[in-house]
Structures are given as structure tokens and as C-alpha cells.
Nanobody
Framework: QLQLVESGGGLVQPGGSLRLSCAAS????????IGWFRQAPGKEREGVSC????????HYADSVKGRFTISRDNAKNTVYLQMNSLKPEDTAIYYC????????????????????RGQGTQVTVSS
């Protein structure tokens, strides 16, 4: 089965850290750029970060710059999102998506256009 699976979410206090993983099964991520998205209750899904297939380029939303870091390990077929200095407004369901088109990833293109999309992992930042 071809799928992306997110993991690593949970409950964390403000100022804390989490590392999310996006693992592919049934296909290799080597040729795909990966985007991380999030959706908070009552809000639209928004792009958070993306990384090119060879990790030569990354892009971040202004709201997470300097706090989040995206990386990938193609040998493990996994992409990571390290989230530091978390704030309550970071609370959301986090999703990853994969596509061959860097133009789609870097512009945080429409979610439904990505070839592969995960089911999400909940991140809650609260004291």
C-alpha cells in the first residue's frame, strides 16, 4: 500500500519541542519534495515547511521561521519536522504530503494536488 504516515505528535508545554516524522511505505521518497501542513480547529489548512527531493532547498512559513527545521533521511525514507519553542498557536493537526513538482511544494500548493498525503498527527501545545 502506497502511503505516508505521520508520527511524533503529542501534548507539550509552551516552549517545548517535538519532532514529527513522515514515513513513506510502498514507494521511495527520493524523487519527491515533501511539504508539512497544519490545520487548527476552525481554520484552513496552511503550509508550514517544505524540502526538495535532495534536501538542497527548504522553505518555511513566516510563523515558524527560526523555530522549526525540516530535514530528510532518504535512506530511511523519512522526513522530519523539528519543532522548537512551541507556542499554543502551533496547536493543530500536522500533515505531510509528497509530490514530484518542487513548484507545488515551495508554493505550498493546494493540498489535493499532492500525489501522496498523510492522515495527520495531533500536536497540542498547552500548559
Amino acid at each position: 500500500q502506497l502511503q505516508l504516515v505521520e508520527s511524533g505528535g503529542g501534548l507539550v508545554q509552551p516552549g517545548g519541542s517535538l519532532r514529527l516524522s513522515c514515513a513513506a511505505s510502498g514507494f521511495t521518497l527520493n524523487d519527491y519534495c515533501i511539504g508539512w501542513f497544519r490545520q487548527a480547529p476552525g481554520k484552513e489548512r496552511e503550509g508550514v515547511s517544505c524540502i526538495s527531493s535532495k534536501a538542497t532547498s527548504t522553505h518555511y512559513a513566516d510563523s515558524v521561521k527560526g523555530r522549526f527545521t525540516i530535514s530528510r533521511d532518504n535512506a530511511k525514507n523519512t522526513v522530519y519536522l523539528q519543532m522548537n519553542s512551541l507556542k499554543p498557536e502551533d496547536t493543530a493537526i500536522y500533515y505531510c504530503a509528497a509530490d514530484r513538482e518542487w513548484g507545488l511544494c515551495v508554493l505550498f500548493g493546494p493540498w489535493y494536488e499532492y500525489k501522496y498525503r498523510g492522515q495527520g498527527t495531533q500536536v497540542t501545545v498547552s500548559s
